[in-house]
T-cell receptor
Framework: GENVEQHPSTLSVQEGDSAVIKCTYS??????FPWYKQELGKRPQLIID?????GEKKDQRIAVTLNKTAKHFSLHITETQPEDSAVYFC???????????FGTGTSLTVIP | DVKVTQSSRYLVKRTGEKVFLECVQDMDHENMFWYRQDPGLGLRLIYF???????EKGDIPEGYSVSREKKERFSLILESASTNQTSMYLC??????????????FGSGTRLTVV
C-alpha cells in the first residue's frame, strides 16, 4: 500500500511563530491530500486539503503546499495560537483509492 | 453534519473475551473504516468496507474481523481479546472518494483496555 512519512513527530513553537509539518508519499497516482487535527481526547477533524491539480491552498492561517514531482506536501500554520496545540495527521489515498494511509502524526505545542 | 457514532467511549475487557465495537453513520456513506491509533504509530487501517456485506483487509487485520449487515453499521470484532489490542479504535466513513469528496468523517473513538 501507500507509504506516508511525516516529520517532525513533535514540534514546539512560541505563540505567534510559524509551524511547518512535512509529509512524503510513495504512490505517484495519489491525487488528494487531506490534513487532520486531533485535539486531546477528540476525534480527528479535517482542517484543509489539496488536490493534485494545484500547488498551494490557503485558509486563513493555515496553508498546504504540494510538490508532485518530489511527492511531498506540507502544512503551514502562521501566527500560531495556543489553540493550535494538537496532533496533526497527513494522509494520502492508496490501494483502490477509497482508503487513506496516514502519517504517524505531529504533536504541536504552542507555548504562550 | 455527518454523524459517526461509536457505541462506547471506554471499554475494559478481559483477555480471551469476544469484543464487539459498533459504529453507525447517518449519511448513507458507502465506505466505512476501522483504524487503531497508538502513540508513535499513527492511524493504522484494520478493515474497511465498500458496501453492505463487503469487507477488505487493511494493514493489520490479524486478530480482528468485521461485519457490515446494514449500510449504516460497521462492527469490529475482536475474536479473543489480547493485551496487545489495548488501543484507541477509530471508526470513519466517507462517500466513494471522488472529485467533490473531502476525506473521512471520524467517530469519537473507543478506548479499549484489555486486562
Amino acid at each position: 500500500g501507500e507509504n506516508v512519512e511525516q516529520h517532525p513527530s513533535t514540534l514546539s513553537v512560541q505563540e505567534g511563530d510559524s509551524a511547518v509539518i512535512k509529509c512524503t508519499y510513495s504512490d505517484s497516482a495519489s491525487n488528494y491530500f487531506p490534513w487532520y487535527k486531533q485535539e486531546l481526547g477528540k476525534r480527528p477533524q479535517l482542517i484543509i486539503d489539496i488536490r493534485s491539480n494545484v500547488g498551494e491552498k490557503k485558509d486563513q492561517r493555515i496553508a498546504v503546499t504540494l510538490n508532485k514531482t518530489a511527492k511531498h506536501f506540507s502544512l503551514h500554520i502562521t501566527e500560531t495560537q495556543p489553540e493550535d496545540s494538537a496532533v496533526y495527521f497527513c494522509a494520502s489515498p492508496g490501494g483502490t483509492g477509497n482508503q487513506f494511509y496516514f502519517g504517524t502524526g505531529t504533536s504541536l505545542t504552542v507555548i504562550p | 453534519d455527518v454523524k459517526v457514532t461509536q457505541s462506547s467511549r471506554y471499554l475494559v475487557k478481559r483477555t480471551g473475551e469476544k469484543v464487539f465495537l459498533e459504529c453507525v453513520q447517518d449519511m448513507d456513506h458507502e465506505n466505512m473504516f476501522w483504524y487503531r491509533q497508538d502513540p508513535g504509530l499513527g492511524l493504522r487501517l484494520i478493515y474497511f468496507s465498500y458496501d453492505v456485506k463487503m469487507k477488505e483487509k487493511g494493514d493489520i487485520p490479524e486478530g480482528y474481523s468485521v461485519s457490515r449487515e446494514k449500510k449504516e453499521r460497521f462492527s469490529l470484532i475482536l475474536e479473543s481479546a489480547s493485551t496487545n489490542q489495548t488501543s484507541m479504535y477509530l471508526c470513519a466513513s466517507s462517500p466513494v472518494l471522488g472529485a467533490n469528496v473531502r476525506g473521512y468523517t471520524f467517530g469519537s473513538g473507543t478506548r479499549l483496555t484489555v486486562v
